[in-house]
C-alpha cells in the first residue's frame, strides 16, 4: 500500500445529449458531445485514519454518492482530498472527476491492479446509478472535444473528437438537477439530442458543435430566462454561446463572453484525459 496517490481530471462541458437507460448501469449513459476543460479537479487519495472513507472538496467536507460506490467497489477506505475551480452541480463534471479521480488514485494506493477502462467503468456505473451524469466520465477519461456516438462505458461505447483546441470562457448563474431533468419525461430531450449529435457527425467542427448545442438546449426546454439573455448578449457582439448540461451556465468559444461585458473564467479545451500526477 502506497501512502498516497493524486490525479487530476479535467471539467466537462456537455452540449447536448440523449439519454439512454439500460437496467446495467455501465452500459446505460448517453450520446452527444463536449468540451473537456483544462479547469477540472485535481484530488489526492491516501488511506483513511478512521473506519470511514471521507472526501473534502475544497476545503469543506462533502457526500458524494459516486465516490463512495467508487471506493467500496474497491474495497478501499480512504481519505479524498479534492481542489478545484469549477462549481459543484452547474453542469461541469465536477462529480464525474471526483469519482475517476477516486478511482485512478485509489487504484494505486490500495494496489488493485486493475486497468484504465476497468477504473472508467466503476467510476462511469457508479455516476449512473446516483443519478449525477451518464457520459461526464468516459468524455473526460478521453479528453479533447469527445463526441459519444455510443452510450455506456468503456466495454459499450464508441467515441470520437473533433479535432481542434479552443479557448473557452463560462460563466454560471447556479445549478440543475441532473437527477431532476432525467427523473421526467425525456422524450423531447433525446429526440432534440439525437438531432443535434447527427448534425456534428455530419459536419464535426467546433461551429457545427456550437450551433447544435443551441438547438438542443432550444428544443430540449431547457433554457432559463438568464441564459437565454448571456447567449444572445454573446450572439449580439458575433460570439458563440450556449448552455452546459446540465447547469445555469453559459460557454462561450474565443472571447465572446468577455465581449459581451461580463467577467468569465477562462481556461481551453484539455488535450488529453484524466491522468495520475
Known amino acids: 500500500m502506497r501512502e498516497e496517490a493524486t ?3 479535467p471539467g466537462h462541458i456537455t452540449g447536448f445529449f440523449s439519454a439512454h437507460p439500460d437496467e446495467d448501469p455501465t452500459r446505460a449513459g448517453s450520446r452527444g458531445a463536449g468540451l473537456t476543460l483544462t479547469d477540472g479537479v485535481e484530488l489526492t487519495v491516501e488511506p483513511a485514519t478512521g473506519d470511514e472513507s471521507t472526501v473534502v472538496l475544497d476545503g469543506t467536507e462533502i457526500d458524494v454518492d459516486p465516490v463512495t460506490t ?4 474497491l474495497d478501499a477506505t480512504a481519505h479524498v482530498e479534492a481542489e478545484s475551480e469549477l462549481p459543484l452541480g452547474a453542469g461541469f463534471g465536477v462529480s464525474g472527476a471526483l469519482a475517476l479521480g477516486t478511482a485512478l488514485a485509489a487504484n494505486r ?3 488493485r491492479t486493475l486497468a484504465m477502462n476497468e477504473l472508467v467503468t466503476i467510476a462511469h456505473g457508479a455516476e449512473v446509478r446516483a443519478g449525477t451524469g451518464l457520459g461526464d466520465v468516459v468524455a473526460q477519461a478521453h479528453g479533447g472535444i469527445p463526441v459519444r456516438l455510443e452510450p455506456g462505458g468503456p466495454q459499450n461505447n464508441y467515441l470520437d473528437a473533433i479535432p481542434e483546441r479552443t479557448r473557452v470562457e463560462y460563466v454560471s448563474f447556479g445549478g440543475l438537477s441532473t437527477a431532476d431533468v432525467l427523473s421526467d419525461d425525456t422524450d423531447q430531450l433525446t429526440t432534440a439530442g439525437k438531432e443535434a449529435l ?6 464535426p467542427t467546433l461551429l457545427s458543435f456550437m450551433y447544435a448545442s443551441r438547438l438542443f438546449a432550444r428544443d430540449a426546454d431547457l433554457l432559463t430566462e438568464r441564459v437565454t439573455e448571456t447567449i444572445a448578449d454573446v450572439s449580439a457582439v458575433d460570439g458563440q454561446a450556449s448552455m452546459a448540461m446540465l447547469g445555469e451556465t453559459v460557454f462561450a468559444l474565443g472571447t465572446g463572453l468577455s465581449d459581451a461585458g461580463y467577467d468569465p473564467s477562462v481556461c481551453t479545451t484539455h488535450p488529453a484525459g484524466a491522468m495520475l500526477r
Not at 70 to 73: A, G, H, N, Q
Open 70 to 73: 467508487v471506493l467500496e467497489t
Open 109 to 111: 494506493v490500495f494496489e
Open 198 to 203: 447527427a448534425r456534428v457527425v455530419e459536419e
Open 7 to 9: 490525479a487530476f481530471v
